[in-house]
């Protein structure tokens, strides 16, 4: 099964055929397009070698420019789309873009293999208006490896290109970009060859997106598709028929609303990052340490649930908090509260030719504390060992209510239930001895990121910290350097 993708390159109308889906942006470029400043790295989306700055149309004449790994992007998924690669940076009169001159300016670059994502990295910061704030700047930069310049210039150089302000030469050529590319699909409006394959469908309304899977229940649904990218590229994987949600906006909205948050099961980590930051920053925390702002720019919080990983992050915070999924199928739909919505390893609620619509994640009363806490290996950009996430309710010295849920100490992310029962009523003091009812919920498994020992005295450990953290506000319980 073959599919045609229409999108621009740098600016240039492309129609590229008989395109396979496990094929990726990566693959397209240096194979297809011999655009070989794009490079692979790891295939897995953690290095940055690969970034590429990917265009959606918006509706003010131009694009919504975003950082991405195009070596975890399926080719098929930037129909309608603009591509930017190091290619398309500099002017007409080759000029470069001041990402590009001010890594020159600031010695940015030895080996120069990195550079090219890192400057896609940057450019998409300039396009996005992103100030110069250096947390920021860490943010853009977090998901681009250099092995042997030193961040230092690099960061340098990136906030010299902030202080230079927005480059209105690309302005100018944004805008005659998104007329071709306008003229590009109004020429293949209404031909099938736009999505011609059986086995790959690009749904515009829910209702459709009901009958494909009512019609074709086995079919996988493509949101970020950041772990089926990697399946793809690492492994040759052949993902079978697909329903890509791309261009389904109603699973992208996220309300806040007098009762809580509704999150649109396709919206990306990094749009729900600021609705986070607002009502549950400990969330965000977490969030921001999931992947990086190239993953997060196509990951989806609906994905990372319907995955079912039993050491996927956003588990945690979400049982804590007492979200619920709102699952729809061409029969309606029905709420489900999540810690209902695993099943078993890698096994969910949804019935055949259901999927997750939105998630509804409930505020918080006032003076409730929520934790968040992951541990892994490598403290950004990895996968947990145990991750965890708690809401205590405190009345004078005493907890009054606790949910408590943990990651990576069960076939599922689930609710720590014996713990939760010993919370209520205690005090802060006994903090040892609530920890140890633990090992009343979880019987954990040994793996290569950690043991069945190390995991319950690490969850167990968690449980001290927020307790800990809760009782003596101003004790660090971290320690930083620069």
Same mark, same amino acid.
């Given at each position: 099964?073959?599919?045609?993708?229409?999108?621009?390159?740098?600016?240039?109308?492309?129609?590229?055929?008989?395109?396979?889906?496990?094929?990726?942006?990566?693959?397209?470029?240096?194979?297809?397009?011999?655009?070989?400043?794009?490079?692979?790295?790891?295939?897995?989306?953690?290095?940055?070698?690969?970034?590429?700055?990917?265009?959606?149309?918006?509706?003010?004449?131009?694009?919504?420019?975003?950082?991405?790994?195009?070596?975890?992007?399926?080719?098929?998924?930037?129909?309608?789309?603009?591509?930017?690669?190091?290619?398309?940076?500099?002017?007409?009169?080759?000029?470069?873009?001041?990402?590009?001159?001010?890594?020159?300016?600031?010695?940015?670059?030895?080996?120069?293999?990195?550079?090219?994502?890192?400057?896609?990295?940057?450019?998409?910061?300039?396009?996005?208006?992103?100030?110069?704030?250096?947390?920021?700047?860490?943010?853009?930069?977090?998901?681009?490896?250099?092995?042997?310049?030193?961040?230092?210039?690099?960061?340098?150089?990136?906030?010299?290109?902030?202080?230079?302000?927005?480059?209105?030469?690309?302005?100018?050529?944004?805008?005659?970009?998104?007329?071709?590319?306008?003229?590009?699909?109004?020429?293949?409006?209404?031909?099938?060859?736009?999505?011609?394959?059986?086995?790959?469908?690009?749904?515009?309304?829910?209702?459709?997106?009901?009958?494909?899977?009512?019609?074709?229940?086995?079919?996988?649904?493509?949101?970020?598709?950041?772990?089926?990218?990697?399946?793809?590229?690492?492994?040759?994987?052949?993902?079978?028929?697909?329903?890509?949600?791309? #261009?389904?906006? =109603? @699973? !992208?909205?996220? $309300?806040?609303? &007098? %009762?809580?948050? +509704?999150?649109?099961?396709?919206?990306?980590?990094?749009?729900?990052?600021?609705?986070?930051?607002?009502?549950?920053?400990?969330?965000?925390?977490?969030?921001?340490?999931?992947?990086?702002?190239?993953?997060?720019?196509?990951?989806?919080?609906?994905?990372?649930?319907?995955?079912?990983?039993?050491?996927?992050?956003?588990?945690?915070?979400?049982?804590?908090?007492?979200?619920?999924?709102?699952?729809?199928?061409?029969?309606?739909?029905?709420?489900?509260?999540?810690?209902?919505?695993?099943?078993?390893? #890698?096994?969910? =609620? @949804? !019935?055949?030719? $259901?999927?997750? &619509? %939105?998630?509804? +994640?409930?505020?918080?009363?006032?003076?409730?504390?929520?934790?968040?806490?992951?541990?892994?290996?490598?403290?950004?950009?990895?996968?947990?060992?145990?991750?965890?996430?708690?809401?205590?309710?405190?009345?004078?010295?005493?907890?009054?209510?606790?949910?408590?849920?943990?990651?990576?100490?069960?076939?599922?992310?689930?609710?720590?239930?014996?713990?939760?029962?010993?919370?209520?009523?205690?005090?802060?003091?006994?903090?040892?001895?609530?920890?140890?009812?633990?090992?009343?919920?979880?019987?954990?498994?040994?793996?290569?990121?950690?043991?069945?020992?190390?995991?319950? %005295?690490?969850?167990?450990?968690?449980?001290?910290?927020?307790?800990?953290?809760?009782?003596?506000?101003?004790?660090?319980?971290?320690?930083?350097?620069?």
């Amino acid at each position: 099964m073959t599919v045609t993708v229409r999108f621009l390159l740098n600016g240039k109308q492309r129609i590229a055929r008989a395109v396979e889906p496990t094929r990726t942006v990566l693959q397209h470029l240096r194979v297809h397009e011999r655009a070989l400043g794009t490079k692979e790295g790891c295939a897995e989306g953690d290095c940055g070698a690969c970034t590429v700055a990917l265009g959606r149309p918006n509706g003010e004449g131009g694009f919504d420019f975003r950082a991405v790994n195009s070596c975890i992007l399926l080719t098929a998924e930037i129909d309608g789309c603009a591509i930017t690669s190091v290619e398309g940076l500099a002017d007409a009169e080759d000029r470069p873009h001041p990402a590009q001159a001010k890594l020159v300016e600031h010695h940015g670059s030895q080996c120069g293999y990195c550079t090219p994502g890192i400057a896609m990295s940057l450019f998409a910061h300039e396009r996005e208006g992103r100030g110069g704030a250096l947390d920021d700047i860490h943010q853009t930069l977090s998901g681009n490896l250099c092995r042997c310049t030193g961040y230092r210039p690099i960061i340098d150089a990136a906030k010299d290109m902030v202080a230079c302000g927005r480059s209105v030469d690309f302005d100018a050529r944004e805008r005659q970009w998104r007329e071709a590319l306008d003229a590009l699909i109004a020429e293949g409006a209404g031909d099938k060859a736009q999505i011609d394959i059986a086995g790959y469908e690009v749904p515009t309304e829910l209702k459709d997106l009901d009958r494909l899977l009512a019609k074709h229940p086995e079919a996988r649904l493509l949101a970020g598709g950041t772990d089926l990218g990697v399946a793809v590229a690492k492994r040759a994987e052949n993902p079978g028929p697909l329903i890509s949600l791309s #261009r389904l906006n =109603a @699973l !992208k909205v996220i $309300e806040e609303g &007098e %009762a809580g948050v +509704v999150i649109g099961a396709g919206a990306t980590y990094e749009k729900a990052l600021p609705v986070l930051d607002r009502h549950f920053p400990a969330f965000a925390d977490i969030v921001r340490r999931i992947g990086s702002r190239q993953v997060r720019n196509l990951a989806t919080i609906g994905g990372n649930i319907c995955n079912a990983s039993p050491i996927g992050d956003s588990a945690p915070c979400l049982l804590a908090l007492n979200a619920e999924v709102v699952l729809r199928s061409v029969e309606g739909r029905r709420m489900v509260p999540l810690d209902k919505f695993f099943i078993a390893y #890698r096994k969910t =609620a @949804l !019935k055949p030719g $259901e999927y997750l &619509e %939105a998630i509804h +994640v409930p505020y918080m009363r006032e003076g409730d504390v929520f934790r968040a806490y992951k541990l892994s290996k490598r403290y950004d950009q990895d996968i947990s060992t145990v991750s965890a996430a708690f809401v205590l309710r405190m009345s004078d010295s005493k907890i009054a209510a606790a949910r408590a849920a943990f990651g990576g100490m069960a076939a599922t992310p689930a609710r720590a239930v014996a713990l939760e029962k010993a919370l209520v009523g205690a005090t802060l003091e006994r903090s040892a001895e609530l920890a140890a009812q633990l090992g009343r919920d979880f019987k954990p498994l040994s793996d290569f990121r950690g043991s069945a020992t190390y995991r319950l %005295a690490a969850g167990s450990g968690l449980v001290e910290r927020l307790l800990a953290e809760v009782a003596n506000k101003d004790v660090p319980t971290e320690v930083w350097a620069l």
